[in-house]
C-alpha cells in the first residue's frame, strides 16, 4: 500500500476523472483527499456531470482513509485549487497532487515519495514535477550528459507533482514581493534570454494587475523565482495532460505539442551529486511554451479573418 497522501483536484468531465483515478487506484493510497469544485450555474446538465464526476471516487475497494471537500458554489480555478492545497497541507506534511486531467505513470509515484523524504529538510528545493517538456530523445539526453534521472529547474510545473507544507506555506496569493522582485530585475539571475525573461514576467504581472483572475499557478511559480528555489524536473515526461479540449479552463487546445504528451518511466533513480540550476532546460521549456502560444494567436486570428467555408474546403482538400 502507498504510504504518502495523495490530494485529488475533481470538477468535470467524469471520462477524464476516471481515467486518471484508475490510475490512483492501482497503487492504492492508505490517504487520499478529494476536492472538488462547485456548480457556475444551477443548470440541470452542469449539476448532473459534477454529480457523476464526484461519484468516480466513491468506489474505493481498499484499505484507505479518505478526506472530501465538495463545494456547493464555484470557486473557480485560482480559488478552488490553492485552497484545495491549503486544505491539504493543514492535515499533512508532504504529499503528491493530481488534477482530474493529468495521467500519470506508475513509476511517478515512487519518484515523488523517495524525493519527498530524500529533499524533506533541503529548504530551497520547493518541488517535485512529473512533468518533462524538453522534448529531448534519450540520445540527446546522453549528448548533453543529463544521465541522471532528474535536474533542478527554477520553473514550477504542475501537471503532477508533489511538495511540502514548508514550501506550501510561502505562497502568497496577493504577490507581495512581485514590484520589487520586477524592479529589481532579479528575474535575470534565474532565467536565461530576454524573451523569456518578459514573457514569465509578463505572465506573473497579468495575475498581479488583475487581468488574469483565473490561474493560481503562476503565483506558485512566482514563489518558487521570489526564493530562488528549486523544483524537481525529472528528465523524461511521467505525467500526460490528457485534458485538453473544449471544455478545459485553460488547456483549449487539442493540437496543443503539450496535450497527452507521451510518458515514459523512472524505475531506477540515479541521483545527481550537485544541486545546481538547469539553465538550458528551463530555457528549452521557455521557448516551446512562447512559440506555442504565438502559434495559437495566429491560429485565431485567421479564424476570425477568414470564412468558415474556406477554411474547411481547404481541410477537405489538404
Not at 483536484?9 to 492501482?26: A, D, G, L, Q, S
Not at 532546460?281 to 504565438?294: A, M, W
Request: proline share 3%; with cysteine.
Amino acid at each position: 500500500m502507498f504510504q504518502t497522501p495523495i490530494l485529488f483536484i475533481i470538477y468535470k468531465n467524469p471520462e477524464v476523472t476516471k481515467v486518471v483515478f484508475e490510475r490512483i487506484r492501482e497503487i492504492k493510497p492508505a490517504f487520499l483527499y478529494i476536492s472538488a469544485d462547485g456548480s457556475k450555474s444551477s443548470n440541470q446538465e452542469d449539476l448532473l456531470e459534477i454529480e457523476e464526476t464526484r461519484k468516480v471516487t466513491e468506489f474505493i475497494d481498499w484499505d484507505c482513509k479518505v478526506y472530501r471537500r465538495y463545494s456547493n458554489t464555484n470557486l473557480g480555478c485560482k480559488i478552488g485549487v490553492s485552497t484545495a492545497i491549503t486544505w491539504f497541507f493543514e492535515n499533512v506534511e508532504q504529499g503528491i497532487i493530481l488534477e482530474y486531467d493529468c495521467l500519470p505513470d506508475i513509476t511517478f509515484f515512487n519518484f515523488c515519495e523517495v524525493l519527498l523524504e530524500r529533499y524533506r529538510d533541503i529548504e530551497n528545493v520547493f518541488s517535485i514535477s512529473g512533468n518533462n517538456f524538453d522534448f529531448l530523445s534519450l540520445n540527446e539526453l546522453n549528448q548533453i550528459g543529463l544521465r541522471d534521472s532528474y535536474s533542478y529547474s527554477f520553473l514550477s510545473k504542475i501537471w503532477g507533482w508533489a511538495t511540502w507544507r514548508r514550501a506550501w506555506n510561502k505562497f502568497d496569493i496577493s504577490l507581495t514581493k512581485f514590484p520589487e522582485f520586477e524592479s529589481e530585475g532579479k528575474i535575470r539571475e534565474l532565467i536565461k534570454g530576454k524573451r523569456n525573461q518578459e514573457y514569465w514576467l509578463g505572465k506573473i504581472k497579468d495575475v498581479y494587475q488583475g487581468r488574469n483572475t483565473s490561474t493560481w499557478g503562476f503565483i506558485w511559480l512566482f514563489t518558487l523565482l521570489s526564493h530562488k528555489a528549486y523544483c524537481i524536473t525529472p528528465k523524461v515526461n511521467l505525467v500526460s495532460n490528457i485534458g485538453f479540449g473544449i471544455g478545459a479552463t485553460h488547456a483549449t487546445d487539442e493540437n496543443s505539442i503539450f496535450s497527452k504528451v507521451p510518458n515514459s518511466s523512472i524505475s531506477i533513480i540515479d541521483y545527481p551529486e550537485l544541486i545546481v540550476p538547469d539553465f538550458d532546460s528551463d530555457y528549452r521549456f521557455s521557448e516551446y511554451l512562447y512559440k506555442s502560444e504565438n502559434k495559437n494567436s495566429l491560429r485565431n486570428i485567421v479564424k476570425k479573418n477568414i470564412p468558415d467555408w474556406a477554411i474547411n474546403f481547404y481541410r477537405k482538400w489538404k
